[in-house]
């Protein structure tokens, strides 16, 4: 069984209000307008590497009963190697490093965000 893992977001600083925080820009993936249900994109506007091979592209949250926390449903790297997208998850050494990597951008720009 795979883990769950959420982003909890200080309440100053909900994603949905979020349009750019650093080098990461985030975006509504179903309409704005739509209350329930709600999905945002995690995308990164520069590339870099987290392996040899690996640049993280976008991480796909989804909105939870709990307040200010957001499933993380989803991790895209651009693996050149393959010249393909791959996903990971939380359970994966490259996808916690993608997630540390914008905690830590995230923290430069005073939005606070933790992993749970």
């Not at 883990?3 to 820009?25: C, I, Q, R, T």
């Not at 990164?44 to 976008?58: D, K």
């Amino acid at each position: 069984m795979t883990s769950l893992h959420y982003l909890e977001f200080d309440p100053a600083d909900n994603p949905m209000y979020l349009k750019k925080v650093g080098n990461w820009v985030l975006t509504f993936l179903n309409s704005r307008d739509e209350l329930a249900n709600i999905q945002l994109a995690i995308t990164s506007v520069l590339p870099r590497q987290v392996s040899e091979n690996l640049q993280p592209v976008r991480v796909i949250i989804h909105e939870t009963a709990v307040e200010n926390h957001w499933l993380i449903q989803q991790i895209e790297c651009y693996d050149s190697a393959q010249g393909r997208d791959e996903q990971f998850s939380c359970n994966d050494e490259i996808g916690i490093k993608v997630i540390q990597s914008i905690m830590q951008e995230f923290v430069k720009y005073d939005v606070e965000v933790n992993l749970l």
